[in-house]
């Protein structure tokens, strides 16, 4: 076990920034192959995220370990791909600044300060960089595809309620299990009324399970703070893109926003 309890403390959070830099690149593929194998059984997923050479997206050349270092291989090339000269996406450095900024931030919250635990984190914290990663993951794919596999948000929540049953857990597992319980019963009904009153479908079954899996983590009494949040920032990201594009009726993803606001509760930023 490395004790790095002695290091500077600038030093420790930036390692788990570079940590965060390089899942960032792991998770932007997970979020791909995850939607290209959505109906695959799980040996045949596995073999494709662990097996699989990444290849360049636009000409299916197999990419080189240098042309797979986060942000450096897109700086290298100057944003466009080394065999076929077209424009390598935003995405890409996107996300992977984005994990190695959460990574930073979920790491420096919980270092332990002392040398109880692995890397300077306690079994509590690196569940709660688990956590961070896979609300990273749900983002991309509900973004991208209006989409929460199963696969991600059904061990979220199990997570949860394991992590809630030992002396690690953030709440009681008896608060867990209402919070799974009312995270997916609340937008479930709302969902009913929303139909009724419309004749639409407001949202998919994967924002009531992955607001089941943040009721799991963080308990019934998050859920408040967590659909406050949530509601506001996707107000706020519909109003603004209504005046900026006036895309009206633009398919529109709530489970970004129930994550981004689920991690901040984790995080104790909340509005109440």
Same mark, same amino acid.
């Given at each position: 076990?490395?004790?790095?309890?002695?290091?500077?403390?600038?030093?420790?959070?930036?390692?788990?920034?570079?940590?965060?830099?390089?899942? !960032?690149?792991?998770?932007?593929?997970?979020?791909?192959?995850?939607?290209?194998?959505?109906?695959?059984?799980?040996?045949?997923?596995?073999?494709?995220?662990?097996?699989?050479?990444? @290849?360049?997206?636009?000409?299916?050349?197999?990419?080189? =370990?240098?042309?797979?270092?986060?942000?450096?291989?897109?700086?290298?090339?100057?944003?466009?791909?080394?065999?076929?000269?077209?424009?390598? &996406?935003? @995405?890409?450095?996107?996300?992977?600044?984005?994990?190695?900024?959460?990574?930073?931030?979920?790491?420096?919250?919980?270092?332990?300060?002392?040398?109880?635990?692995?890397? !300077?984190?306690?079994?509590?914290?690196? /569940?709660?960089?688990?956590?961070?990663?896979?609300?990273?993951?749900?983002?991309?794919?509900?973004?991208?595809?209006?989409?929460?596999?199963?696969?991600? &948000?059904?061990?979220?929540?199990?997570?949860?309620?394991?992590?809630?049953?030992?002396?690690?857990?953030?709440?009681?597992?008896?608060?867990?299990?209402?919070?799974?319980?009312?995270?997916?019963?609340?937008?479930?009904?709302?969902?009913?009324?929303?139909?009724?009153?419309?004749?639409?479908?407001?949202?998919?079954?994967?924002?009531?399970?992955?607001?089941?899996?943040?009721? /799991?983590?963080?308990?019934?009494?998050?859920?408040?703070?967590?659909?406050?949040? =949530?509601?506001?920032?996707?107000?706020?990201?519909?109003?603004?893109?209504?005046?900026?594009?006036?895309?009206?009726?633009? =398919?529109?993803?709530?489970?970004?926003?129930?994550?981004?606001?689920?991690?901040?509760?984790?995080?104790?930023?909340?509005?109440?």
């Amino acid at each position: 076990m490395i004790n790095i309890t002695t290091w500077p403390i600038e030093v420790t959070i930036a390692g788990y920034g570079m940590l965060g830099l390089i899942l !960032g690149s792991f998770l932007s593929m997970l979020s791909y192959r995850l939607i290209q194998h959505l109906d695959s059984d799980t040996p045949t997923l596995m073999r494709a995220l662990v097996l699989d050479r990444s @290849r360049c997206a636009h000409c299916q050349t197999p990419l080189t =370990a240098k042309q797979l270092i986060p942000l450096f291989s897109w700086w290298r090339y100057h944003r466009a791909t080394p065999c076929c000269g077209q424009s390598i &996406s935003w @995405r890409y450095p996107l996300i992977e600044i984005a994990t190695a900024l959460i990574t930073a931030l979920t790491a420096a919250q919980h270092l332990t300060g002392d040398a109880g635990g692995l890397l !300077g984190l306690n079994g509590h914290g690196w /569940a709660l960089l688990v956590f961070s990663w896979t609300l990273i993951t749900i983002t991309i794919t509900d973004m991208e595809h209006q989409l929460i596999p199963d696969r991600l &948000s059904l061990p979220l929540l199990w997570l949860g309620l394991l992590l809630n049953s030992t002396d690690s857990g953030l709440v009681s597992l008896n608060e867990a299990v209402w919070g799974a319980a009312l995270g997916y019963g609340s937008l479930w009904l709302l969902f009913q009324v929303h139909r009724a009153i419309t004749g639409k479908e407001g949202m998919g079954y994967g924002d009531f399970k992955l607001t089941a899996a943040l009721g /799991a983590w963080l308990g019934a009494y998050a859920l408040v703070p967590i659909f406050i949040m =949530a509601g506001l920032l996707a107000i706020g990201v519909m109003g603004s893109l209504l005046l900026w594009k006036g895309k009206e009726h633009q =398919a529109f993803a709530f489970g970004p926003w129930l994550a981004i606001a689920g991690w901040l509760v984790m995080m104790g930023w909340s509005p109440i």
